[in-house]
């Protein structure tokens, strides 16, 4: 199993980046397909984008592709997600989370094992 804390959440205003962090502990971080969601105030949690064991492909939603960048390092057990030309409708809750397997769901929150506790996005206008 893996353990996973994000970070570098904060207030930005609209057009601002950010890049948020999730670093992993536990056994091996190459063995998990990695994925960042949201959570915006009064909404259910989504599926932002996912990147793949070795880091070689990467998907993104609709919403976000063009402006969001994931990458991982597994030498440093970290997958990141930069942030570009923020909106306001980026606010959110962001959270990393893991899969030990690349299945049918891995858009959904049922296709991931492992979560971290979540980092505040602000973004104002």
């Known amino acids: 199993q893996v353990q996973l804390e994000e970070s570098g959440g904060g207030v930005v205003h609209t057009g601002d980046s950010l890049t948020l962090t999730c670093v992993g502990s536990?056994?091996?971080?190459?063995?998990?397909?990695l994925a960042w969601f949201r959570q915006a105030p009064g909404q259910e949690r989504l599926f932002i984008g996912t990147?793949?064991?070795?880091?070689?492909?990467?998907y993104y939603v609709d919403s976000v592709r063009g402006r969001f960048t994931i990458s991982r390092d597994n030498t440093k057990n970290t997958v990141y997600l930069q942030m570009n030309s923020l909106k306001s409708e980026d606010t959110a809750v962001y959270y990393c989370?893991?899969?030990?397997?690349?299945?049918?769901?891995?858009?959904?929150?049922?296709?991931?094992?492992?979560w971290g506790q979540g980092t505040q996005v602000t973004v104002s206008s």
């Open positions: 989370a893991a899969a030990s397997t690349f299945g049918g769901e891995w858009r959904s929150l049922s296709g991931y094992d492992y």
């Open positions: 536990g056994d091996a971080f190459s063995n998990y397909h």
């Open positions: 990147v793949s064991k070795a880091g070689g492909t990467v």
